[in-house]
């Protein structure tokens, strides 16, 4: 198979983590006979100060022309403080999820047995946790109209749904509920949100094609406090922009995994994978950031191309790194840790 | 001194909660020689059974007219999956909160050490955590314009902020601060919506008066990933309406200690008191719920009238209860549970 895969690094540690996966992608396609072609596009704060935009036209054009996209991470601390900066790194990564249409952000939460101790929470609460979070990611509040009145003394922001978008998202949450365990949550806020109450509206009618899934609804408040009490309630959860948002966060600290989570947003002509970690400034360019997530941001991206041998081969690989224990600093544990390209170099030497 | 109490017990386990509060209140009455007078009026599913509206004007009456108003919990689950539903028992509680002007939810997070273990957290994550969220609860998404548009095939909510509400809320933030530790935390998505960044300006604006204050922006994605990893690491917090709905119930499994939790809704007349648990219908009627974190929220009202004593001796007897195993079935733990009712005999007898 030929593959162009546009490859946005961003900021901070991007570039280093989406090095690992690059050599793990190219050591996959070399075994199983696939030719990668890596469009590299500028993004984020490193876009800003090449080009002055976050998500210049050019990286659109790589990303749009692309089999997929896999993504490293941005933001950059000079921007969070500075609350009258015109353009922001985020910017870029809303332009992006609009333009590329990519409307479901699909995260995964679930453990790994030797992690499963790094978990804040306790080890009977969280074993054998599996939920996938199906955030809207091209609608809400995050692209409604927004802006400043009476001399700048107000501010608003516009949360607006479209009964479209959420049966798009919807469908895709039934369909993986139908291959799960039949279970579907809807998380809004509908005792006082109108959008939450046409979610639900729109999530109610929908429920009659799909007989077989046992759909619930719950107020997003209280799945904030059931996350952390009893995770493994939950299998596979709908929810709008805003509250996916927080909710996704909150959910990957659970597993005690949080370097390794991976995620896709997915559009309707091309998708995008990239690790749930931020930027992490702090350890940008030390060659210490864990790159597993990014690595299996890439097994993702293989799975969506129906290429399911080469996804497994990746997620096999990564398990072995942890039980070898070849692996970065924040999993050492006191044992040797090594450097983030080494972790790289040791997974695609041993796909 | 005389005290008017206005009593609103609510739905659910509303009224068996507070039945133990008052009885806790007026044995504290009697012991520190006050005048208690309780005014009861009707609020939540309630007051719609009753009077067709679930905030009658007689209560906000009755409400505005007290020196305190203790609250029980509203909501009914028959109004939960009706999208339709036009009355719905929690526009009485937003039309409480905003025609009594109670623009600062205070919800303090503290463990017990006899309830820690019952924290789906770590120990040695949580043990000394004492936090409070101040959360806005009289303006943003709450109370913007809401409503339908394209043949009701598109829904929005407006968040709206006004830089003298977060004035008002960030003060009472700056002053326990400075009353604590010095810390203050902002919890916003200022690299999303001009509302938070109107938050945030507006509390750097006022820092300069409180020089001594440390203070920090995070996101609220961030903070909720945080606060399970390290609740510790907070103090006092500050937080727009609906990041506070939902950051303030997350927090409050943190401790183990949910059925514990008071809080205090502050206005500028009158405030308002309530335990942060719901109104919980499954065990309304059946005399077992935890009546402590309503009885904890009277010595939060007694301590805000500088009754400090008084409320010194309701937390002095509610850690009694709890050492002597006088604790409803959530606490039991094998050992005996006691009824409500008789959990409120107890203390009221013991204060
Ligand atoms: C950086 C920010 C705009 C973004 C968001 O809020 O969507 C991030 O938190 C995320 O979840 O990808
Ligand atoms: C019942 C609901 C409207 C309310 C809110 O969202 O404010 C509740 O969750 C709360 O926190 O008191």
Redesign the interface.
């Known amino acids: 198979m030929k593959l162009n895969i546009a490859l946005l690094a961003g900021d901070g540690i991007g570039p280093e983590v989406i090095d690992q996966a690059v050599k793990v992608a190219d050591a996959i396609a070399s075994k199983f006979n696939h030719e990668i072609t890596w469009k590299p596009a500028l993004t984020g704060a490193a876009a800003i100060d090449a080009v002055g935009e976050p998500y210049p036209d050019e990286t659109h054009e790589v990303c749009a022309n692309a089999d997929a996209v896999l993504f490293g991470a941005i ?1 950059h601390p000079r ?3 500075d ?1 009258s900066a015109k353009v ?1 790194p ?1 910017q870029g990564l ?1 332009k992006m999820r609009q333009k590329l249409g990519l409307f479901a952000n699909v995260r995964p939460t679930f453990t790994f047995p030797s992690l499963i101790e790094k978990s ?3 080890r009977e ?1 969280i074993e054998g946790t599996d939920l996938i979070i199906l955030r809207e990611l091209t609608g809400g ?2 692209f ?1 109209e ?3 009145k ?1 001399d700048n ?12 978008e959420i049966e798009r998202l919807a469908k895709k949450g039934f369909e993986m509920a139908m291959k799960r365990s039949k279970r579907l949550c809807c998380v809004d ?7 939450s ?2 979610w ?2 729109t999530v ?1 009618a929908m429920a009659k094609d799909y007989p077989e899934v046992e759909v619930s ?1 719950e107020f ?3 799945v ?2 059931r996350l ?3 995770p493994k309630d939950y299998d596979v959860m709908i929810t709008a922009n ?2 996916g ?6 959910a ?3 597993s005690g995994s ?1 370097g390794l989570m991976p995620s896709s947003s997915v559009g309707s002509k091309v998708s995008l994978y990239e690790p749930i970690h931020g930027s992490y400034p702090q350890a940008a360019g030390k060659d210490i950031a864990n790159p597993l997530a990014t690595v299996l941001s890439a097994a993702m991206l293989f799975e969506d191309m129906d290429l399911t041998e080469e996804a497994q081969a990746i997620r096999d690989v990564v398990n072995k790194s942890l039980a070898e224990g070849i692996v970065t600093e924040d999993l050492a544990e006191g044992g040797k840790a090594y450097k983030t390209s080494e972790v790289g170099d040791w997974l695609a030497k041993n796909i």
């Open positions: 933001g921007f969070d403080n609350p922001r985020e809303l804040p929470l306790k609460r509040v995050y409604g927004r802006g400043r009476d003394n107000t501010a608003f922001d516009t949360m607006t749904y479209q009964r479209f806020k509908a005792n006082v949100l109108e959008s109450r046409l639900r509206e109610q609804y997003v408040d209280a904030a406090m952390v009490q009893w805003l509250f948002d927080i909710l996704t966060d909150e990957s600290v659970i949080m």
